[in-house]
C-alpha cells in the first residue's frame, strides 16, 4: 500500500487512489482559505488543489504518481500557475508509491511560502 506523508500524519491509500479524495479523508487542509469552499470539487478546473509532492521510497516519482494528463497540464499552464512551477494538481493525481505533500500559500497554492509540510 503506498505511504503518504502530509500535513504532520502518515497514512496508506490503496495504489490508484485519487490524491485529493485520499487527503480530505483524512483531514488534512488541502484547499487554502476560502478555497475549500470555492473550488471545483476534483473535475480539475479551479487549480485550488495545487501542491508539491515529492517521492519518498525507492520508486522514483514518475512512477509513484501518475503522469499529468490533458486537463492538468492545461490549467496549470494558466496562471497563477505555471508549468515551471513544481506543482501537481491533487485532484488529478492517482497514488501508486510512498510519496511526501507539500502545501503552499496564496488561494490556488501557487505560492512560495510553505502552508504544511510534510511532516508538520
Ligand atoms: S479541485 Fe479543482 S483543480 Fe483540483
Same mark, same amino acid.
Given at each position: 500500500?503506498?505511504?503518504?506523508?502530509?500535513?504532520?500524519?502518515?497514512?496508506?491509500?490503496?495504489?490508484?487512489?485519487?490524491?485529493?479524495?485520499?487527503?480530505?479523508?483524512?483531514?488534512?487542509?488541502?484547499?487554502?482559505?476560502?478555497?475549500?469552499?470555492?473550488?471545483?470539487?476534483?473535475?480539475?478546473?479551479? *487549480?485550488?488543489?495545487? =501542491?508539491?509532492?515529492?517521492?519518498?521510497?525507492?520508486?522514483?516519482? %514518475?512512477?509513484?504518481?501518475?503522469? @499529468? &494528463?490533458?486537463?492538468?497540464?492545461?490549467?496549470?499552464?494558466?496562471?497563477?500557475?505555471?508549468?515551471?512551477?513544481?506543482?501537481?494538481?491533487?485532484?488529478?493525481?492517482?497514488?501508486? *508509491?510512498?510519496?511526501? =505533500?507539500?502545501?503552499?500559500?496564496?488561494?490556488?497554492?501557487?505560492? %512560495?511560502?510553505?502552508?504544511?509540510? @510534510? &511532516?508538520?
Amino acid at each position: 500500500m503506498p505511504q503518504i506523508k502530509a500535513q504532520g500524519q502518515i497514512f496508506t491509500c490503496e495504489p490508484g487512489a485519487n490524491l485529493r479524495q485520499v487527503l480530505l479523508k483524512q483531514g488534512i487542509a488541502l484547499h487554502n482559505d476560502r478555497s475549500q469552499w470555492i473550488n471545483c470539487r476534483g473535475i480539475g478546473t479551479c *487549480g485550488t488543489c495545487a =501542491v508539491q509532492i515529492v517521492a519518498a521510497g525507492a520508486v522514483p516519482l %514518475e512512477m509513484a504518481v501518475s503522469a @499529468p &494528463q490533458w486537463r492538468e497540464t492545461t490549467r496549470r499552464s494558466l496562471p497563477p500557475h505555471s508549468l515551471t512551477q513544481d506543482r501537481r494538481l491533487a485532484c488529478q493525481t492517482q497514488v501508486y *508509491g510512498d510519496i511526501e =505533500v507539500t502545501k503552499y500559500d496564496g488561494f490556488w497554492g501557487q505560492g %512560495e511560502q510553505v502552508r504544511w509540510l @510534510p &511532516q508538520s
